[in-house]
């Protein structure tokens, strides 16, 4: 059976329930419905399988408290656009009753496995391809638009990861209604948050003048937040192949850095690149090395290890590597929020 794609932000459970008619498709034996259409699991734990750190923990948030059983597929550190999910994956993808990508072809291979092993009514909801319409999609340096697969970095922009949590809100509604009160005083205390990282990085951002807001990236993971708050990506070292950059693409990126006057390049913690420490070196551009596309601070069971925490320490990376004033970031009081229901891959 094809999947149903259908989008149910800021749905009550009632309407979740009359979707199942208007998305199509018929629940049964083997298929896969899509972001909260299917029926409610009764009184046994819901079982929700998702692939890369930051949505792991996002949906382990909005469920803690609670018996739903959240299991990570992609390791941390791990390049999620290459990555190959190893056979004992689809085991967990059987048994799942919801499965949470990113979308926006990021996962690819986990979703090919995803979809040949779903079983019964249970759901692939891609997060991404249902919260961003078409017309919003960002084409770029790794991510051009010839190849038809916009940036899928969404969770770098925080309204944005904000729209994952309130779907993830209402799959687990729909399938496990029985913590509604909880899903809800989850959402609450995650938008809380949400609200104060962005109201601080607003304030961080406008410490920067406008004109030097620059970023150079290994892997151009921060369309939407430079969107949203008023930056500009002036290059991106990796490109759409994941390959390295040929040495005409390095030179034309080295100028590019020298006519933009941009003052730092940022490479990646996971993925260190000697290219980009080139182009550092030869624009005068200092390079920083330490940004983490999605592999959250610490280890599991840390308070730093969140989507929450992995955010904070890339903007106050950025600005303080620009100039800008990260106070009001580093100040935040981001409260831990228990992922305890959540299992991470090593």
């Not at 692939?51 to 382990?60: D, E, M, S």
Request: aromatic letters at 8%.
């Amino acid at each position: 059976m094809g999947v149903r794609r259908c989008g149910l932000i800021g749905a009550a459970v009632a309407v979740a329930a009359a979707a199942l008619g208007a998305c199509g498709g018929d629940g049964g034996s083997g298929g896969a419905g899509v972001c909260g259409v299917g029926p409610s699991v009764g009184d046994r734990p819901l079982r929700v399988a998702t692939t890369v750190a930051p949505i792991t923990n996002i949906v382990a948030v909005i469920a803690g408290g609670t018996d739903v059983v959240v299991t990570g597929i992609v390791p941390e550190g791990t390049n999620s656009h290459t990555y190959e999910p190893t056979p004992d994956v689809a085991a967990t993808l059987e048994d799942a009753d919801v499965v949470f990508l990113n979308g926006l072809t990021l996962e690819e291979p986990t979703k090919q496995l995803a979809l040949a092993n779903l079983r019964g009514a249970a759901e692939l909801c891609e997060l991404g391809t249902t919260v961003l319409p078409e017309d919003e999609y960002l084409y770029d340096f790794s991510f051009p638009e010839d190849g038809g697969k916009p940036n899928p970095h969404l969770w770098t922009n925080p309204p944005m990861a904000l729209q994952y949590a309130e779907l993830i809100r209402d799959v687990l509604a729909a399938r496990s209604p029985r913590h509604i009160a909880t899903y809800d005083a989850n959402l609450a205390a995650f938008r809380k948050q949400i609200d104060a990282l962005d109201d601080a990085l607003r304030t961080a951002t406008a410490s920067i003048p406008e004109g030097e807001r620059l970023l150079v990236t290994y892997h151009d993971a921060y369309a939407y937040f430079a969107r949203e708050y008023g930056w500009t990506v002036v290059g991106a070292v990796q490109p759409s192949s994941f390959a390295e950059p040929t040495p005409r693409e390095v030179a034309a990126l080295i100028d590019q850095v020298e006519a933009a006057g941009v003052v730092a390049v940022f490479g990646s913690e996971v993925f260190p690149s000697p290219v980009l420490e080139q182009i550092a070196a030869e624009s005068g551009a200092a390079y920083v090395d330490d940004l983490r596309d999605d592999d959250l601070p610490g280890t599991p069971g840390d308070p730093e290890h969140s989507w929450l925490e992995l955010m904070r320490f890339n903007y106050v990376t950025m600005i303080d590597a620009l100039g800008g004033d990260s106070a009001e970031l580093v100040a935040l009081d981001l409260a831990a929020f228990a992922d305890d229901t959540a299992t991470y891959p090593q």
